[in-house]
């Protein structure tokens, strides 16, 4: 009995002194993590980036541990090179830490793209700890890249050598499009954003987002 009721005083305590932050915080918080996602990694969000590593040795992709803030399964892909695929900076240089989940979907969708000639998909950023911005305003919504899953992609090259910029091809050419069908079809991504549905915000490149699958 004396047990029980300072249990219940203490479970009284604990929701007084913990609902006026968590409500406050919650009020702030806009969502956009995958589901399930939380910092640090919870036990399922462990058992997915185990693995997700495990299944990118079969496939026989050689990868290194990598470390970046907020990236649950950090890999680093040293020869750049998924499905025969390859991904190259535009200009910035390597190592690029990546989410094992970006580094197993580009892999799924690299046939899908072999198929339409496609040498490489040329990026400027993968990992990177920033926040969305809207209407060039920053707001407190954590990007996808801030936790490894996203990549911007400014240019295509196909296997003729024809290198093909997203900001000044994506009008003409319908190899673009495809490309830009291949990730929206896959159920590995999310929705691409791309000049062709975020005009504003997205007309010089396709960002690229890997999901994360968790169970709820
Ligand atoms: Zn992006």
């Not at 939380?38 to 980036?49: C, I, L």
């Not at 196909?158 to 009008?171: E, F, H, I, T």
């Not at 673009?176 to 691409?192: I, K, M, N, Q, W």
Request: hydrophobic share 40%; glycine share 8%; aromatic share 6%.
């Amino acid at each position: 009995m004396a047990s029980r009721s300072l249990g219940l005083m203490s479970a009284l305590l604990l929701a007084l002194a913990s609902t006026p932050a968590t409500a406050g915080k919650s009020a702030r918080r806009v969502p956009n993590m995958p589901r399930g996602w939380s910092w640090p990694p919870n036990p399922a969000m462990v058992e997915a980036g185990k693995r997700c590593r495990e299944v990118l040795a079969e496939r026989e992709v050689e990868f290194d541990g990598g470390k970046g803030k907020k990236v649950n399964a950090p890999v680093v892909v040293p020869s750049m090179e998924l499905g025969g695929v390859r991904l190259e900076p535009t200009w910035r240089k390597g190592p690029f830490v990546m989410d094992c989940h970006l580094a197993l979907s580009l892999l799924e969708v690299a046939p899908k793209l072999r198929a339409l000639d496609v040498a490489a998909l040329r990026f400027s950023t993968i990992h990177d700890y920033r926040h969305v911005k809207r209407n060039g305003r920053k707001t407190n919504i954590l990007s996808r890249h801030a936790i490894g899953l996203a990549m911007d992609v400014f240019e295509v090259r196909l296997d003729d050598g024809r290198v093909l910029k997203v900001k000044s091809a994506y009008a003409d050419e319908d190899v673009l499009h495809e490309v830009e069908a291949v990730f929206g079809s896959s159920d590995r991504f999310r929705t691409p954003l791309t000049p062709g549905n975020d005009p504003k915000g997205h007309d010089d490149h396709f960002h690229l987002e890997a999901r994360m699958p968790l169970p709820r």
